[in-house]
């Protein structure tokens, strides 16, 4: 997959116009990936790994904007330009401002198609807006959608004019907690555990051309061990049409199968090599559609040979298993904000990095906290090698039920809008389709600390009808149900495991949050700079009291605990409990002590 994403990040084509007056917004840190921001050439890699097609170009750039009241039409003149993909509200887009309910975000940009698209549909993508936005091209409606964490496009091919350049804009409203939809930890009045809003388009804006007689629409591999085989479902615009799918194992082609157009082609794998966190094997497939026997599409994309299950151990402790075997999941978690850009990183690398980081300090698992993060970090978890648990995220300024820690069956749920709950099962179903391609991805949270947590088991039977192929962890640390797969509770500061039950796996779903403030490197230094787990005195308080924690896990693990969370990667506004500094520029650990106790938490259960 290297090669194909080198070779197709030289084929973008960038339309964006450099300003000269565009410079980062306000005084607050930021990471050393900032200044490498180029408005001419912003996020240029490709943004769907899951389904590589050649031909594409990037629309990120600086876009006009314009802030007007919610009843306003299109403004006739802008305030001003921002750069696309980051939110209004972060340094990055060189706005900086804050959008409340009563408010519209308009974007304008114009934009030109390639003339060798000119007998092709023409598909726009967005990778993520929040929350609510409406597409136009010349002045027509061509696309709405409501979610801010999912991918969704628009065949804008009917409203174009024939030549010349097209004027794209994107009306967005973003109530943020004023609303009754999904948020994470954006609230409009910060500090404690929330942070700044995100509105708008934070994810890249791109179009591609793709054939009017057919063309591919989603590709889903899956495994089957036993059987040896790689396992691919299909889905094209028409159901006509032959898929021919071709499997490589490091450019030497190992498998064929073809199938028609919506069906499934088994693949067998000579002497399959197992994805695992130490070993992420992918396989490359190719696939082409043929339609009246004419080859119409042709896509890139991988798989992986692994699976995740459950299984007692011979003491009738219930395990999570990856492979067939027991795995001890030890993670951070993870908020995936970035001082400069928000819910954006400021370049690829730096999406990589937060990844490789946790990797380096031994860990296995990263816990997505509350937040979607764009496809390109999913298949840096699936390539370098990383176990995701995948939150949902909830309204938790909002709705807090009551909370019955520790207790099974305790608590109540709050009496949730239905509102609310067609916006949550809209966005979630929308989350399962994008994640459920990435292997890396081995267990979904629907609720976090009870908080929005409503019809709990409902919920849960609903996403195992959606995706039954990974775990369910019905509420990390929230209202303890029986149903799903796990029981998760959190504990800080310190490790503990005051709950088991005989017929669920046992997770740890938060514990640490030591915290260390580092100098120069705050966010706010006046606000209040705090960790869960109360604030060290230096790197080396910190160090001890991190190993002494680790090492407390290891008779949790004889005792049946198959998991544990510690919070959390970086430091967040004023949040201080990281691994390393919010700018990425400190990390607070020497990394081979840390490294080599989180592999002996790890290796504990094989033991």
Not at 91 to 117: C, H
Not at 162 to 183: A, H, I, M, N
Not at 206 to 225: A, F, G, R, T, Y
Request: charged fraction near 25%; aromatic fraction near 10%.
């Amino acid at each position: 997959m290297k090669k194909i994403f080198l070779a197709l990040v030289l084929l973008v084509v960038s339309i964006s116009t450099v300003s000269a007056e565009w410079k980062i917004a306000g005084d607050k840190i930021r990471t050393k990936w900032a200044e490498e921001v180029n408005p001419s050439n912003v996020l240029p890699e490709y943004p769907r790994p899951q389904l590589v097609r050649g031909e594409w170009q990037n629309l990120n750039g600086l876009w006009n904007y314009a802030i007007t009241d919610i009843n306003a039409a299109k403004p006739s003149q802008f305030d001003g330009e921002i750069l696309v993909p980051f939110a209004i509200e972060s340094a990055l887009s060189g706005v900086q401002k804050k959008l409340n309910e009563k408010q519209l975000l308009w974007y304008e940009r114009e934009f030109t198609v390639p003339s060798k698209w000119a007998s092709q549909r023409i598909i726009l993508h967005f990778g993520a807006v929040d929350w609510s936005a409406d597409v136009y091209v010349n002045d027509i409606l061509v696309g709405s959608h409501t979610g801010g964490y999912t991918p969704f496009a628009c065949d804008i091919t009917e409203a174009l004019k024939k030549r010349g350049t097209q004027k794209l804009v994107v009306r967005v409203w973003d109530p943020t907690e004023k609303g009754e939809q999904p948020v994470g930890k954006q609230l409009s009045t910060l500090g404690k555990i929330w942070y700044t809003p995100v509105s708008g388009i934070w994810q890249t804006v791109w179009m591609e051309p793709v054939s009017k007689q057919n063309h591919i629409v989603k590709i889903h591999p899956e495994s089957d061990l036993t059987r040896s085989e790689i396992i691919v479902k299909t889905e094209c615009e028409k159901r006509e049409g032959t898929l021919t799918v071709e499997v490589f194992d490091n450019g030497t082609k190992i498998g064929e199968g073809s199938t028609l157009c919506g069906s499934t082609v088994k693949i067998h794998i000579p002497n399959a090599k197992w994805w695992t966190p130490d070993t992420p094997h992918l396989y490359d497939l190719k696939v082409t559609l043929k339609y009246d026997g004419k080859v119409v599409d042709k896509a890139d994309t991988y798989a992986a040979m692994r699976s995740i299950g459950k299984k007692r151990d011979k003491y009738g402790h219930l395990r999570a298993t990856l492979n067939g075997e027991p795995i001890f999941m030890y993670g951070t978690l993870d908020q995936g904000w970035w001082p400069d850009g928000l819910y954006t990183a400021p370049t690829d690398e730096a999406l990589a990095w937060d990844i490789k980081l946790t990797k380096d300090l031994g860990f296995n698992t990263i816990r997505k906290h509350i937040k979607v993060e764009p496809a390109r970090w999913l298949y840096h978890c699936d390539r370098l090698g990383m176990l995701v648990w995948q939150d949902m995220p909830s309204s938790e300024p909002m709705k807090p039920s009551t909370w019955a820690r520790w207790i099974i069956n305790g608590g109540s749920d709050f009496p949730i809008s239905e509102e609310y709950k067609r916006n949550y099962y809209k966005e979630f179903s929308e989350i399962v389709d994008m994640c459920r391609f990435f292997p890396s991805v081995v267990m979904w949270v629907p609720f976090n600390e009870s908080c929005s947590q409503f019809d709990t088991e409902k919920v849960v039977e609903w996403l195992a009808e959606q995706d039954h192929s990974r775990l369910i962890n019905p509420a990390s640390g929230g209202n303890i149900r029986e149903c799903g797969d796990v029981m998760d509770w959190h504990s800080y500061p310190s490790p503990t495991m005051p709950i088991h039950h005989a017929d669920y796996i046992m997770m740890l779903g938060e514990y640490g949050g030591l915290g260390l403030v580092v100098a120069d490197h705050l966010w706010n230094p006046d606000m209040r700079n705090w960790g869960y787990g109360g604030n060290r005195k230096d790197k080396e308080d910190l160090k001890k009291t991190y190993i002494g924690y680790a090492e407390m896990i290891l008779p949790l693990i004889l005792q049946g605990l198959s998991g544990a969370i510690y919070t959390q990667t970086t430091d967040v506004e004023g949040e201080v409990n990281g691994l390393v500094t919010y700018d990425r520029k400190v990390i607070k650990f020497d990394i081979e002590p840390i490294h080599d106790v989180n592999q002996k938490v790890i290796k504990a259960l094989g033991r």
